[in-house]
Every structure is written in C-alpha cells, then in structure tokens.
C-alpha cells in the first residue's frame, strides 16, 4: 500500500535557526502534499499543502519543496520561534478513486530560546 | 459553526465492553476518515470513507468497524473493548480532491 516515510522523528534548533523536514512517499500518482502541525494536546492542523504541479510554495517563514520526480518533499522553517515547537506530520493523498490521505510518521520540533 | 466534533473526549471502559465513538462533520464533506494515534505520535489510518454507504479499511489493521448512513456522520464501533485498544482516536474529514482535511478534537480511550 501507499506509505509515506518522514525524518527526522526529532529535531531540536536554537531559536532563529531554521529547521528542516524531509519526506519520501511511495505512490507515483501521489498529487497533493499537505503539512500538519500538531501541538500538545490538540488536533492536527493545516499549515500548509503543495500540489503536484507545484514545486515550491511560501507562506511567510514556512516554505514547502516537492520533487516528484525523486518522490520527495520537504518543510522549511526559517527564523524559529519557541511557539513553532510542536509536532509536524506530513501526508500524501494517493492517486486512484478513493485519494486516501496517508501520514508520515510525524517529527517533534523544539525550538529552544 | 461549521466543525467536525467527536464525542466522547475522553473515555475509560472496562475490557469486554461495546463501545461507540461519535464522528460529525457539519462541512458537507464527502470524505471521513478514522486515525488511531498512540503516544509515540504517529497518525495511523484505521478506515476510511468517500461517501455514504462507502466504508473502506485502512492500512493499521483494526478490530473496530465503521458506518456512513449519513453524510455527516461516521461512527466507530468496537464490538469488545481490549486493554490493546488504548489509544487516542481521531476523525478527520475533506472535501474534494487536493483540500485540507480537517480534525476533530479526539477521543482519548483508556480500556481497563
């Protein structure tokens, strides 16, 4: 089945370090890459999403990468701040009629001040 | 305000016991989905459905079943409760192809 692989499962920056997440996923009609962050406690939720006819996207200090080609994609932070930590999963939604949307394994950011 | 809500929050049973964790969305989303995460984070999919009377499993095997009657609603049902089943269960749903899929709160199950 689809599986989708995150790294690293930890990660621990200094404060106004950038942080990187990286992710491969298995199933080539793949064609939408969401990011979820998740703090203690609560729900996951969207921060944000790629699209596969996409290979970058920026929203303020959070960068998303794709490389369909290699099948991987990546976070970017830059600037940390104490409340980015948290943890951060992404996901991949897979091709076919039923687009399951299946999660990396999730990576716990600390950003320490 | 449109949410998707579970329910319970949090719920400690004994072993044996039926249980049925509440899922509904007030989106109009045609897709649910079930994930079981446990204290080591990882959102494991349980079941999954595209619409009403379309329920599909996941890829983390589950002795837990599930219904769509509704578009708005998509319960989970364990028939006996097992001390295995302690976990955190989360209900999700989206819209189309290529949107956000939303979260409820969770519910966190405790089996004594």
């Known amino acids: 089945g689809e599986n989708v692989e995150q790294h690293p499962s930890t990660l621990s920056v200094q404060e106004g370090d950038s942080a990187v997440i990286k992710c491969t996923y298995s199933?080539?009609?793949?064609?939408?890459f969401p990011w979820y962050k998740q703090e203690l406690g609560k729900r996951p939720q969207l921060i944000i999403d790629?699209?596969?006819?996409?290979g970058e996207k920026k929203d303020q200090r959070i960068a998303v990468t794709l490389n369909k080609t290699a099948k991987h994609f990546s976070l970017h932070i830059t600037e940390t701040q104490p409340e980015d930590s948290a943890v951060y999963f992404c996901?991949?939604?897979?091709?076919?009629?039923?687009?399951?949307?299946?999660f990396g394994t999730g990576t716990l950011l600390a950003v320490q001040p | 305000e449109a949410d998707i809500y579970q329910t319970p929050r949090y719920l400690v049973i004994g072993t044996g016991k039926k249980i049925t964790l509440e899922c509904s969305q007030t989106m109009g989303h045609d897709k649910m989905y079930w994930y079981q995460q446990d204290p080591g984070m990882e959102l494991h999919l349980i079941h999954y459905s595209y619409g009403v009377n379309s329920t599909e499993k996941g890829d983390l095997s589950s002795e837990s079943t599930v219904s769509r009657i509704r578009t708005e609603h998509f319960p989970l049902t364990l028939e006996s409760a097992r001390p295995s089943h302690t976990s955190q269960y989360l209900c999700a749903s989206s819209e189309f192809r290529n949107t956000e899929a939303f979260f409820g709160q969770g519910t966190r199950l405790t089996v004594v």
């Open positions: 996901a991949a939604r897979g091709g076919g009629a039923t687009n399951k949307l299946i």
């Open positions: 199933d080539s009609a793949s064609n939408y």
């Open positions: 790629i699209r596969s006819n996409v």
